[in-house]
């Protein structure tokens, strides 16, 4: 249920909806078309009320796979591929199908980790499904798994579906999975596991909460159903996480059926910080003192000075993860060296950094304007204020 929102779906916005592959393929039988076009009418019907509706479906490989024929055994990355290829034609045309019954027309997204990382990549896809909002087409998008290796992938398409609801400037997201929502354990380990109807903020403690992947045709789990989260509400986006093993899982929603719902931030990071702080994968790491840390709570830039470690080989404007004493995260930013001369900077006063590296440069290794704090670091400095 939606819980303590009290929001009805169709008073959103805009609104994308996470489809996962368990949910619309059939190891045996294929696509799962009943499911898919009760799922659609529910799609229409939001879209005619008004709601921009976008869709990241997963099921390419799965589908390929049922098209193939090919058993339980595992994929080579040429064959997982291959089955891609095959499924996403297949996988396009039913939903441009079902959606067409409907007066409505569909227009496909294919994505890489680079198109939503890399700066200028990540502005032509947002203009691109802004184009295809505007022509009221729905887009589907999921990740271009015929050229997407395990080095350069998302690996599943929760955090996808999150990078695209922040990108699209979407205020709610929808994860339809094979489990109705958080519990305090895995429910398949641990039978006394208790349904979390409301989560106002994702603390090391919910987090603790996340297992691994229930569904051998699903990539996700509940633990990247979090990273979505934390990107998502970080953005100011709403998600809801339920199950779809249902026909019409988003009326299923309104009618109340169990779900878990995340609150948005109530001071949403925008725009240009946005794309900063829903980077997956920081190119590198820099371990910072108390000072530093301090420093970046109260809006300062992260200087020299307060580094005491760095790792990862990264270049100047990379994204770089910064890290506390305590070993969490505290912020991330577009770092203003490489790797090699933050090493020779690191713990340098601002007035020394000229004579380390033989040139004049900017003095701050992340700059404020470049650096998005951590939801979990402002928490826990206000936490830590009200004690």
């Not at 499924?87 to 198109?115: C, F, N, P, Y």
């Not at 992938?153 to 929808?174: E, K, S």
């Not at 026909?247 to 609150?263: C, D, N, V, Y």
């Not at 305590?326 to 713990?347: C, P």
Request: net charge neutral.
């Amino acid at each position: 249920m939606l819980s303590n929102s009290h929001t009805p779906l169709s008073s959103y916005r805009r609104i994308t909806v996470k489809i996962g592959s368990a949910l619309l393929v059939d190891r045996e039988s294929g696509l799962k078309r009943q499911w898919l076009a009760s799922l659609v009418d529910d799609i229409a019907a939001l879209a005619e009320g008004g709601v921009d509706m976008l869709v990241v479906s997963s099921g390419a490989i799965a589908l390929g796979r049922a098209m193939l024929h090919i058993g339980r055994r595992r994929l080579k990355l040429e064959e997982s591929q291959a089955c891609a290829a095959m499924g996403q034609i297949a996988l396009a045309g039913a939903w441009s199908e079902e959606l067409a019954k409907h007066g409505m027309r569909s227009g496909q997204v294919l994505v890489t980790l680079g198109d939503t990382e890399e700066r200028r990549r990540y502005l032509n896809a947002r203009a691109t499904i802004s184009t295809l909002l505007k022509m009221k087409a729905v887009p589907v998008i999921n990740e271009n798994d015929t050229v997407a290796t395990s080095e350069i992938r998302y690996g599943d398409n929760d955090r996808l579906a999150a990078r695209v609801a922040t990108m699209m400037g979407g205020d709610l997201l929808i994860l339809l999975s094979d489990i109705d929502g958080l519990y305090t354990a895995p429910p398949a380990i641990d039978p006394t596991a208790r349904h979390i109807p409301f989560v106002e903020r994702i603390t090391p403690a919910i987090e603790a909460m996340a297992g691994v992947a229930a569904s051998e045709l699903s990539r996700g789990g509940m633990r990247t159903k979090l990273d979505a989260g934390k990107i998502a509400t970080a953005a100011g986006t709403a998600m809801i996480v339920t199950s779809g093993d249902r026909l019409h899982p988003l009326s299923a929603i309104e009618a109340g059926e169990r779900a878990t719902f995340f609150q948005p931030s109530d001071t949403p990071v925008k725009g240009y910080k946005s794309w900063i702080a829903g980077q997956l994968e920081p190119a590198g790491r820099l371990r910072v003192d108390a000072g530093a840390v301090a420093a970046l709570l109260s809006g300062k830039s992260l200087l020299a000075a307060g580094v005491r470690a760095v790792e990862g080989h990264f270049s100047r404007g990379e994204t770089v993860a910064i890290i506390g004493e305590s070993g969490r995260e505290v912020a991330r930013g577009l770092v203003a060296y490489d790797a090699q001369d933050a090493v020779k900077i690191m713990g340098l006063k601002s007035a020394e950094i000229a004579e380390a590296l033989g040139y004049e440069t900017r003095g701050a290794m992340v700059h404020r304007d470049d650096l998005v704090v951590s939801a979990g670091a402002k928490l826990a400095r206000k936490e830590k204020a009200e004690g």
